[in-house]
Each structure stands twice: as C-alpha cells, then as structure tokens.
C-alpha cells in the first residue's frame, strides 16, 4: 500500500506546472539521444539488413516507416483523449498542454501516414488512394486533428477553447476503434492486421527493424510531445515566480 | 542491401518524407522551446 501511495503522490505532482517544468527537462534530456539512436539502428536494420520481399521486392521497405506513423497516429490520440478528460474534468492545467503538443504532432503523423500509404499504394495497388473503409476513417482522424487545433484558434478565451476542443476530441475518440476494425468488419483493399495477431503474419528478419522504429518513434513523441508542453507551460505562466527561477 | 528497381523511387520518396518531418519537427519544437524560454526570462 506504501508503494502504491508514493507512485500516487509522484504521479499527482506532474499536475503541478512547476514540477512538470522542472522533471520533464530531464525526462526529455533520456528521451532524446534514445529516439535518434533507436531510429538509427531501425533505418540500418531496415533498408541494409532485413532481406527483400518475395512478392514486393524493395517496396516493402516502405512498411518500416508507414507502420510507425499510422501506430502512433493512433496512440497520440488515445493519448489526447485521456488529456483532454484531465483537463476539462479535472481541470489539470498540465493536461491541456500535453493535449496541445499530442495534437499537433498526432496531426503530422497522420498525414505522414496517408502519404507513405499512397506511396506504398501506387505500385502495389496501382494507385494511392482509394475509399476504402481502414484508409476513409484515417482521413476521418485527420480531419479532427486538424478540426481539434482549428477550434483552439477559434475562441479568444482559453477556457472555451479548452472546453471546446476537449469535447471534439473525446466524441472524435470513436473513430478510433473504426480505424482499427475497419479491416475486419469491412472488405477492404488495405491488408488485415499483421502485428496484432498471436502469431505475427511477418518472419522475425523482417520484424525486428520494425520494433527498432516503433520504440524509436514512441520516445520521439513523448520527447516531442514533452518539449511543446514544457513551452506551452512556460508560456501559461511566464509571469509566476517559479518561471524565473527554473527557466 | 537495396536492388535499384523501377519503384525504387516510391521508397525513397516514403524515407525522405518521414526523415524530413522528424527532422524538421525536432528543430521546429527546439526554437519553439527556446522562444518560450526567452520569454519567461524577460
């Protein structure tokens, strides 16, 4: 019970926008060099190491880069779900900047992963993009990024734009579970899961580059995500004592 | 090791694209960061 209190109360002074300033310096210090270094080892691994495939030749490289963004296209908006519930429920200050920074770098691996899949579809499918339900609801997710930053701008007082934008992004939540099944419940031309299976449908030559990206890009977003709201924060209370002190 | 075939192109274009926006998306948040600081020092 001991443990469980402590991880409690270090957990709760992340909401203090002082300690969250103070601790995500170091955090994003690790997560730095790790991301590059990850990603260097992936991008090796990748396109030097991982054997050609049969069917696709050298295209299927491109899977090494697609793969990543569409993940964590998805997992930054989990994430910003979860923010924006923190921040207009239980007014967490911290919480509307992380939901800030997760936006807009979820926003860019969006359309990162709709290009790289076009990319991928024009010579594989002979064309780069087709209504398909897996590739319609990504542009769906795109499109409440971008509705979710558009309504920040839209009202001078930060409360409201807080409030508006946190409920666009909790309602968008159910696209999420569509892009996810929408191979599945629909017959689609975008291939079924690969990874997300008991035993993945990929040989571990070519899996392993994959993994090497995917930890790669998940320290990349924490660190990116930590970095905005870190300015967010300062910027919110530039004019609190503590900000000259830290800063 | 790579084959130069003719979709090598789509491969290249796919890495440049997603390489750039990471670069670019770091550099960008750094400045952004350190306007920040800049303002909160004055």
Same mark, same amino acid.
């Given at each position: 019970m001991g443990y469980f209190m402590k991880l409690w109360q270090w957990l709760k002074a992340w909401s203090s926008p002082r300690v969250f300033y103070w601790r995500s310096g170091k955090w994003y210090g690790v997560l730095w060099p790790l991301a590059w270094l990850l990603l260097g080892i992936g991008l090796?691994?990748?396109?030097?190491?991982?054997?050609?495939?049969?069917?696709?030749?050298?295209?299927?490289?491109?899977?090494?880069?697609?793969?990543?963004?569409?993940?964590?296209?998805? #997992?930054?908006?989990? #994430?910003?779900?979860?923010?924006?519930?923190?921040?207009?429920?239980?007014?967490?200050?911290?919480?509307?900047? *992380?939901?800030?920074?997760?936006?807009?770098?979820?926003?860019?691996?969006?359309?990162?992963?709709?290009?790289?899949?076009? *990319?991928?579809?024009?010579?594989?499918?002979?064309?780069?993009?087709?209504?398909? #339900?897996? *590739?319609?609801?990504?542009?769906?997710?795109l499109f409440l990024y971008l509705g979710y930053l558009g309504l920040r701008q839209a009202f001078s007082d930060g409360q409201q734009a807080m409030r508006a934008s946190a409920l666009l992004a909790i309602i968008g939540g159910v696209d999420l579970p569509i892009i996810h099944y929408s191979v599945k419940w629909w017959h689609t031309l975008h291939q079924g899961p690969t990874l997300l299976k008991v035993h993945p449908a990929i040989d571990f030559s070519m899996l392993w580059p994959l993994l090497f990206w995917l930890a790669g890009f998940l320290c990349y977003a924490m660190a990116w995500v930590l970095m905005y709201a870190r300015a967010t924060v300062l910027i919110q209370h530039r004019h609190h004592k503590w900000v000259g002190e830290l800063v | 090791m790579i084959n130069l075939g003719p979709f090598v192109g789509y491969l290249f274009a796919s890495y440049g694209l997603v390489l750039g926006a990471l670069l670019v998306g770091a550099f960008w948040g750094r400045m952004h960061l350190k306007r920040a600081q800049k303002l909160g020092r004055s």
């Open positions: 090796i691994g990748g396109l030097f190491i991982a054997p050609s495939d049969v069917q696709q030749g050298e295209t299927f490289r491109i899977l090494y880069v697609h793969v990543p963004c569409a993940f964590f296209s998805m #997992a930054l908006y989990v #994430a910003l779900v979860i923010s924006s519930v923190g921040s207009w429920v239980f007014r967490i200050k911290v919480a509307d900047a *992380l939901a800030q920074g997760c936006a807009r770098w979820g926003a860019v691996l969006t359309a990162l992963a709709l290009l790289t899949g076009a *990319l991928w579809g024009k010579p594989m499918w002979g064309t780069g993009w087709v209504w398909d #339900a897996r *590739l319609t609801s990504e542009l769906i997710l | -």
